[in-house]
């Protein structure tokens, strides 16, 4: 923990850098949904990324559905959900809503005041449609565009702190409602139980918790209620931040740099609510301030009532209210008192009389302003008015009667309490329009404006110790300010607010915090009020009892009597636990009284037979000392005879001591020298194989050799078979040659004899038939026969030619074979 946060300190990154969000991220967040629901909104927190600028440009607009340039809680909430929705499907957007919805109002609250004023601000206008007044000199209530990259920043910083908080509360991670331990506070026990589980958090203030884990719990309980609240939590770890100079303690300071620019000079009169900075700014810098009556700039036409009685009343009552407040201001205990005088506020009665003139049933002119003002509230005439529209039509209204600056800020005061009277005036009716004000609710409605801004009226002069909005109003009321604050609205006309007596006021407290989280919420205030008027059947009280709005008061209220009577209950049981205990301790003390009596005598016992045993023991010591002298004299003269007896041995002994000495040096050497022979051994065996390694290698490789020598002479032998079968081939053919030849040489000799034979007969025909043969004729014979035997003459020694030829080809074919038959049956051998 101790080195992610001083890396945290050394980390000087510029908040232009990409990196501007990451070093927010503690290491704690990535264990659990912290680190799930800010990736849904990291980069709308970059301030530096091109991605971060567009996304919010669009976000802005989701955000801000109806364009007036500024967003409220309850609009953040929505886009809040619809973003995790749309990220993590219905169920898993759903979950991470509700686990981290506690720290949203705590990311607004700090984000709202940021923003300085710009110059248009200050005069109370607003830059977008149906606009609120910027920074008007009254407590802000929303964020603006140049605040909405911060609230990222602030909802990741609360989310990881909220993270750490449950971790603690209920012992383990995250919020389960079923979980009776998950209170939204955390005990002396719970924090001490799970120090060691958020000590590696990041967070420079819990870097000792396992150390110090009581004084760090000591400073966080800063009301010393015995319980840390969140808002506890957050503010001292960010003011440890904040002190440790580390990258979350600059973001949180923007606050209070941004918060000193935007203060405005606190105010306690009686007609006009003026802020100061949430924060407390930067030491040793002035604060700029800002006059709460800064002229305003013009605002569009006011919407114009028709005169009337009421009107005239209204006016007279106006004047007379701004009469009360100058005189009030003038006086010194009006503005140094820590609370409001008893009674309603100037604020309250300009706001009353502009709309209770609107809830009288009998008067004509109240009913022709009513219809007046419902078509102002209607401006698109469809018969029904949604909040928006209200919210808009009373803006306009009071900018109307009070002027724009004081309309504003009467606009603003009350403008928490306009839901409750919307949410009680449009299920009067009934049917299908129960989401919207119709015509036969709008009488109803503002008589729930009157009621329910006197309640939120009285609630303001409690929350945060006095009027005003400061640092302190966080629109909740803690016991400790009710306590000391419920005496000044004990003039309200609320029936519950009179005459409270400090025991009551403790009963009542519990009343009305009906969650049980020890505070008091503007609902559960105005809801118990409320309970209170119909009860007692007040001209309230019968006006509110018409409303459904109120069977859900009815309904929360049993839940809170039976929360009472559950609290009592336990209150009883714990009570009687105690007193169990009370009595177990008791016959605890008893005992342990009477086992430290027995023990006692047991110890004077015990000292007694200590001192008898103690004179035993010095005459058993004096007789030892006497049988030890006379032992001691025998022991000499024994000792000196066997000293002599032992000095023999002794000689003895280093005699043979020294031949065994020279014994073991004759036998170390001869050790050596075996270990010596042992070792050239070992070295001739080394030498030996390495011999014979090299020798296998040698033989190895020869043989390597020998086989690729053989299995070229296996590819010579291949190709001389090859050889051999073309010469026998060719051999064949020779042989085939000389045999045609024979036959040609065999048939040309038959031929011959044949006309040899016909020549000796055609001869021997002409020599016996007597006829003369011509001498021509004879010599061509003669010519032709002595041709004939000349050619057979030439052709029988080319063919003895041919024969001697194919002989010897033969010959040497046949001795070549040989000489290859040898060499395969010499390889086969080997």
């Known amino acids: 923990m101790a080195s992610t946060s001083n890396s945290n300190n050394n980390n000087n990154k510029d908040n232009n850098s990409d990196d501007d969000v990451h070093s927010l991220l503690l290491p704690g967040s990535k264990a659990t949904n912290a680190s799930t629901f800010i990736q849904a909104f990291a980069t709308l927190a970059s301030k530096a990324s091109p991605d971060g600028r567009s996304e919010r440009q669009s976000s802005w607009s989701e ?15 929505t886009f809040i959900l619809n973003r995790l929705i749309r990220d993590h499907g219905d169920d898993g957007g759903m979950a991470l809503y509700r686990e981290y919805r506690p720290c949203y109002i705590l990311a607004f609250n700090a984000a709202k005041n940021v923003a300085p004023p710009s110059s248009s601000s200050s005069s109370a206008s607003s830059s977008g449609k149906g606009g609120i007044s910027a920074r008007s000199g009254k407590h802000d209530d929303y964020i603006t565009k140049r605040e909405f990259r911060l609230f990222f920043v602030f909802l990741i910083l609360h989310v990881q702190l909220l993270d750490a908080f449950a971790i603690v509360d209920g012992g383990e991670a ?25 000590a590696n958090y990041g967070f420079v203030g819990l870097a000792d918790v396992r150390n110090s884990p009581y004084e760090i719990f000591k400073n966080m309980d800063a009301n010393d209620g015995g319980v840390v609240l969140l808002k506890e939590w957050c503010d001292y770890l960010l003011e440890e931040e904040r002190k440790g100079g580390t990258d979350v303690g600059r973001a949180v300071s923007v606050v209070d740099v941004a918060g000193a620019a935007s203060a405005v000079t606190p105010g306690k009169d009686s007609g006009t609510r003026t802020t100061r900075s949430r924060l407390t700014p930067t030491p040793g810098k002035k604060t700029p301030t800002r006059s709460s009556t800064t002229k305003p700039k013009p605002k569009p036409k006011p919407i114009h009532t028709t005169p009337s009685k009421s009107a005239n009343v209204a006016s007279a009552k106006k004047k007379k209210a701004k009469a009360t407040t100058a005189s009030t201001a003038t006086t010194p205990s009006a503005t140094q008192s820590s609370f409001r005088k008893p009674g309603p506020s100037a604020d309250l009665n300009l706001f009353l009389s502009t709309f209770h003139p609107l809830v009288s049933l009998t008067d004509p002119s109240a009913k022709r302003d009513r219809s007046t003002q419902w078509k102002n509230a209607d401006p698109n005439s469809n018969g029904m008015l949604s909040l928006a529209e209200v919210d808009s ?12 600056h004081k309309g504003n800020q009467l606009y603003r005061l009350y403008r928490p309490s306009y839901i409750h009277a919307f949410d009680a005036a449009k299920s009067l009716a009934g049917g299908s329009t129960d989401e919207y004000v119709t015509k036969k609710e709008f009488r109803l409605l503002n008589a729930y404006l009157c009621i329910y801004a006197e309640m939120m009226d009285a609630f303001a002069a409690i929350d945060g110790g006095g009027p005003g909005v400061d640092s302190n109003d966080d629109r909740r009321i803690g016991r400790e300010e009710w306590m000391r604050g419920h005496h000044t609205v004990s003039t309200y006309d609320l029936i519950k607010l009179h005459k409270i007596t400090d025991e009551e006021a403790g009963i009542i407290f519990t009343e009305m915090d009906v ?7 503007l609902n559960e205030w105005v809801g118990y009020l409320a309970k209170a008027e119909v009860a007692a059947e007040t001209e309230k009280g019968v006006v509110l009892a018409k409303t459904a709005a109120y ?39 008893a005992m342990e009284k009477a086992a430290a009596e027995e ?3 047991a110890k004077r016992v015990a000292a007694k037979q200590k001192a008898e045993a103690e004179r035993i023991e010095q005459e058993r010591i004096a007789a ?3 049988e030890a002298a006379r032992l001691e004299a025998e022991r000499l003269a024994k000792e000196k005879a066997e000293a002599e007896r032992l000095e023999q041995e002794r000689i003895a002994a280093e005699k043979k001591a020294e031949e065994e000495r020279l014994e073991k040096e004759r036998v170390e050497q001869e050790r050596i020298e075996a270990k010596k022979e042992e070792a050239e051994r070992l070295a001739k065996e080394e030498a030996e194989a390495e011999r014979l390694e090299q020798e296998r290698i040698a033989a190895e490789k020869a043989e390597a050799e020998e086989i690729a020598r053989l299995e070229e002479e296996e590819r010579m032998l291949m190709e001389e078979e090859a050889e051999l079968a073309r010469l026998e081939e060719e051999e064949r053919i020779v042989k085939e040659k000389i045999k045609a030849e024979q036959e040609e040489e065999e048939r040309i000799a038959k031929a011959l004899e044949e006309k040899a034979k016909m020549a000796e007969s055609l001869n021997a025909e002409l020599q016996q038939e007597g006829a003369a043969v011509p001498e021509q004729a004879a010599a061509a014979a003669t010519t032709s026969l002595s041709s004939f035997a000349s050619s057979f003459k030439a052709a029988a020694p080319m063919a003895s030619s041919l024969k001697a030829a194919a002989g010897s080809s033969l010959a040497a074919a046949a001795a070549k074979a040989s000489s290859l ?5 010499k390889e086969d051998e080997e």
């Open 63 to 77: 955000a801000d559905p109806n364009s007036n340039s500024y967003i409220s809680l309850a609009e953040i909430d």
């Open 599 to 601: 023990a006692e005598a």
């Open 821 to 825: 038959a040898a060499a395969v049956n």
């Open 515 to 521: 969650n049980g989280g020890g505070y008091v919420l």
């Open 551 to 589: 069977r859900n008061v009815m309904k929360a209220s049993e839940e809170a009597t039976r929360r009472v009577e559950e609290d009592e209950k336990k209150r009883r049981t714990d009570a009687a636990e105690a007193e169990a205990k009370r009595i177990q301790e008791e016959n605890r003390a």
């Open 624 to 626: 030892e000392k006497a």
């Open 174 to 198: 995250g919020v389960d409602d079923a979980n009776d331990n998950d209170d939204r506070r955390i005990t002396q026990t719970e924090f001490f139980d799970a120090s060691h589980l958020i």
């Open 393 to 404: 039509w009373i803006k306009l209204t009071l900018q109307a009667t009070h002027k724009s």
